[in-house]
């Protein structure tokens, strides 16, 4: 005889593995979350700090070229009033340089492009007739001027700010510039340089056609580069902010802020993964936090999974242990502190009850009625202390043929046996598994629907009633049943009174005219 495999894991165990995979997954998804929210701010922080920084910077640069643009207009005026002077125009732009030392140069050159006065004069500009780029542009513009980058006469790569002398009658003479140098030292590179962030940022200054005009690296100065912010993005709005891919740097932090006045655009860039650095330690926070909470909530846990299942462990020795006299103390001592411990308590208690009082007792012939197999009254009892000691409610069904004394006296008892026997085929046929059937004696039958509401009572008993009828027997032809109803509820009334409730709706359905099926309520 084959020996069931004892199971090689036990409640406690799955319990506690059960909250070791709960604690785990929580605290990884917290970790994720964390993560996941964190880096969108540290992402969104850095890009808003970015567009802060270049707003700024972009404001400070065009203040200077206003005040730059100012100084050079009141000495433009004063100029045109003296221009053929060159000892005027030579102290002016002496006076311009070194007075607020916004440029590395200044000059003087008129309408043809010569040089009528410069500063410093160690330039040796003096004289001679300019073809530079941002000469040629300031004297076709004749207007006020920021240039382009060029290389100036001397070789520096320079920006011009320019501003155009007029004569009183409105004739173009020329104009004063001053010259910014983008390599060398110069107002615009201290400027952003004293501004400069120390935390990974790094910033660049383009034209409109993306040249380098300012950056860390003077290598990188004067060249072209691809533009670091969407030409659509920068019309939409003159600041801003966007994540920049390139190949080699990766992804790139980028705010941005446009010099309307030059239209210059100035980029503050920090790299993603330096963004992300505190991250790290950010999570490495939490998890230290987390870990001690973690290891308690697991200990409490553990506890509480032996709290739990050390009743069902106790129930499950001595399930094994049924047929041993005196378990049933054993088993009631066992402290069930919840619902479903105490049930299985209930339960084995019954069994214990029916296995060791009355199975052992009892055969299937005492149990059964030999003509119909059914249950007879004595397997009846034997069902109603099993449920009486579960609790279980149950519905009654009292079943009686109708007009079966004339089956007798017409065709005889053999045929009368037959008309039982086939009457409890077809009860069987139309029952639930669950459900108890017996012989009450004679042509009277009972049946027991544990736990059926009154619906699926009446249901069953409907449909018992019109199987019979539809079922034509030999000899007899149609037969009927009158069905009696009745309920059992536990603490509402006693097994005995349902039984007399179901024997009087019996009754009410034959004088009603039989073949019909009356339900009585239990009496609260």
């Known amino acids: 005889m084959l020996r069931l495999l004892r199971p090689k894991t036990d409640l406690k165990t799955l319990i506690t593995l059960l909250v070791i995979a709960s604690i785990v997954i929580t605290l990884a998804n917290a970790l994720y979350a964390t993560w996941r929210v964190q880096r969108a701010v ?8 970015n567009r802060v920084y270049a707003t700024k910077l972009a404001s400070t640069t065009e203040i200077f070229f206003q005040q730059a643009q100012s100084q050079l207009a009141w000495s433009a005026n004063a100029m045109s009033k003296g221009f053929s002077d060159t000892a005027l ?31 410093p004069e160690s330039l040796m500009l003096k004289g001679m007739r300019l073809h530079t780029n941002a000469t040629r542009q300031a004297l076709a513009a004749r ?21 155009p002398i007029t004569a009183a009658n409105g004739d173009y003479l020329g104009y004063v510039g001053g010259t910014i140098y983008l390599k060398k030292h110069s107002v615009l590179n201290a400027l952003l340089e004293e501004q400069f962030y120390r935390d990974g940022t790094r910033l660049f200054v383009t034209d409109e056609d993306n040249r380098v005009l300012y950056h860390q690296h003077d290598e990188v100065i004067g060249q072209m580069i691809e533009p670091l912010i969407s030409p659509q993005l920068r019309a939409q709005q003159t600041s801003g902010y966007q994540q920049v891919v390139r190949d080699k740097q990766g992804v790139l932090l980028a705010g941005y802020a446009v010099v309307p006045i030059a239209n210059w655009t100035i980029v503050a860039l920090k790299p993603l993964p330096t963004t992300l650095a505190p991250l790290d ?11 001690p909470f973690a290891l308690l909530t697991l200990l409490f846990a553990l506890l509480l999974a032996r709290l739990i299942a050390l009743p069902l462990w106790q129930l499950a020795r001595k399930a094994g242990e049924m047929d041993v006299q005196g378990v049933s103390a054993e088993i009631e001592s066992i402290r069930s502190w919840y619902f479903e411990a105490l049930q299985i308590k209930r339960a084995l208690l019954a069994g214990i009850g029916l296995l060791q009082d009355k199975i052992g007792r009892l055969r299937v012939e005492v149990q059964t009625d030999p003509m119909t197999q059914l249950f007879n009254r004595r397997g009846l009892n034997t069902v109603l202390e099993y449920f009486l000691a579960t609790q279980q409610s149950f519905a009654v069904l009292a079943l009686d043929i109708d007009h079966f004394k004339r089956v007798n006296d017409n065709f005889g008892h053999d045929t009368g046996d037959l008309v039982l026997k086939s009457v409890a085929r077809q009860m069987e046929a139309c029952s639930r598994k669950t459900d108890v059937i017996c012989r009450n004696g004679g042509e009277e039958f009972l049946m027991i629907l544990p736990g059926a509401a009154p619906d699926i009572a009446l249901s069953i008993a409907e449909r018992v009633r019109q199987h019979v ?52 309520e239990s009496e609260s």
């Open 143 to 163: 207007k006020p001027l920021i240039s382009k980058p060029s290389l100036s006469a001397t070789g520096n790569l320079i920006v011009l700010i320019s501003w």
């Open 42 to 49: 540290l992402i969104n922080n850095s890009l808003e700090a």
């Open 89 to 119: 125009l030579q102290r002016e732009v002496e006076r311009l340089r070194a007075q607020t030392n916004s440029f590395n140069s200044v000059a003087v050159v008129d309408a043809r492009g010569v040089v009528l006065a410069v500063s």
């Open 281 to 291: 330690d950010l999570l490495l926070q939490v998890l230290k936090h987390s870990v």
């Open 469 to 520: 009828a539809q079922q034509p027997l030999d000899r007899v032809g149609n037969i009927t049943l009158s069905v009696g109803v009745a309920f059992w509820h536990p603490q509402k009334t006693t097994i005995e009174r349902v039984f007399k409730q179901a024997d009087e709706a019996l009754y009410q359905a034959k004088n009603a005219g039989r073949n019909r099926v009356i339900m009585l």
